[in-house]
């Protein structure tokens, strides 16, 4: 779980081995503990939520309108995926093999602290995604401004 308020920041590249074997980060793992869920993120990564993150966001995922199909649709796509990881006594875990094929990741992979949750991104496409970031940065400021008013 999340402690005392911390927030999950930074940016570590880890080593993925064949069989799927991952290193959490330790700096990230001291905020979360030993039990995270991951599942399907957007843009093709992953999220990992610690386990009273992930209840908050059940609920409110489960608070939303089952009638309409876009409520569905998120359900399946989040939860339908999720699944439960828990560390061994060195922080390591097997990537579930339907997670690492849809985010493509091989042989190293981004963990990004963001504040609440983490995203797990295949290097080779965070590099190419952080460099549209760095292009578009200005007018995507400006889309999040525009809505604001």
Do not use: C
Not at 34 to 60: C, F
Not at 89 to 108: D, V, Y
Not at 130 to 143: A, D, M, P, V
């Amino acid at each position: 779980m999340v402690k005392n308020g911390e927030k999950l920041i930074g940016q570590y590249k880890v080593k993925v081995t064949s069989k799927g074997r991952v290193a959490f980060p330790k700096k990230l793992r001291e905020v979360v503990g030993n039990q995270i869920i991951i599942t399907r993120g957007y843009d093709n990564s992953l999220m990992a939520v610690p386990i009273k993150e992930w209840n908050k966001l059940m609920s409110d995922i489960e608070n939303g309108h089952f009638f309409k199909e876009a409520t569905r649709d998120t359900t399946r796509f989040i939860l339908g995926n999720a699944a439960q990881i828990d560390l061994d006594h060195q922080g390591r875990f097997i990537m579930p093999m339907h997670l690492k094929e849809f985010a493509q990741i091989s042989r190293e992979a981004i963990f990004l602290g963001l504040g609440k949750y983490i995203e797990i991104w295949d290097k080779r496409k965070w590099d190419s995604y952080q460099s549209y970031l760095g292009k578009n940065i200005k007018e995507i400021s400006q889309k999040i401004e525009n809505a604001r008013e």
